[in-house]
């Protein structure tokens, strides 16, 4: 069982910058692809970005793609979201999910095993 834990939410004004962290509890994190999703109120859960087991590969969905940047560190089984220049619709709960099968970050939800309790974050205009 793998638990997940997200951290970093908040509020901030458009233009602004939030680093959210996921730590990841057990041994194998290094074995899992990761992932960020995310939902507001009244849609769908969205992929956000993905990154493989080593980092050699990471994934964004377009809307996200240049403003956030996903990392991790497999020494603190930990997996980071840089989110810049947020805008109002970025706003929504963040959630951080573990791949344990797949050979690369994939983009939707049924793909993901693991899933953390999510963190808000809330970007004023």
């Known amino acids: 069982q793998v638990q997940l834990v997200e951290s970093g939410g908040g509020l901030v004004q458009a233009g602004g910058s939030l680093r959210l962290s996921c730590a990841a509890s057990?041994?194998?994190?290094?074995?899992?692809?990761m992932a960020w999703f995310r939902q507001a109120p009244g849609k769908e859960r969205e992929f956000v970005a993905g990154?493989?087991?080593?980092?050699?590969?990471?994934t964004y969905s377009d809307s996200m793609k240049g403003r956030f940047t996903i990392s991790r560190d497999n020494a603190k089984n930990t997996v980071y979201l840089q989110m810049n220049s947020l805008k109002p619709e970025d706003t929504a709960v963040y959630y951080c999910?573990?791949?344990?099968?797949?050979?690369?970050?994939?983009?939707?939800?049924?793909?993901?095993?693991?899933w953390g309790q999510g963190t808000q974050v809330t970007v004023s205009s």
């Open positions: 057990g041994r194998t994190f290094s074995s899992y692809i």
């Open positions: 999910s573990a791949d344990t099968r797949g050979l690369g970050p994939r983009m939707t939800t049924q793909d993901y095993d693991y």
């Open positions: 990154i493989s087991r080593n980092s050699y590969i990471t």
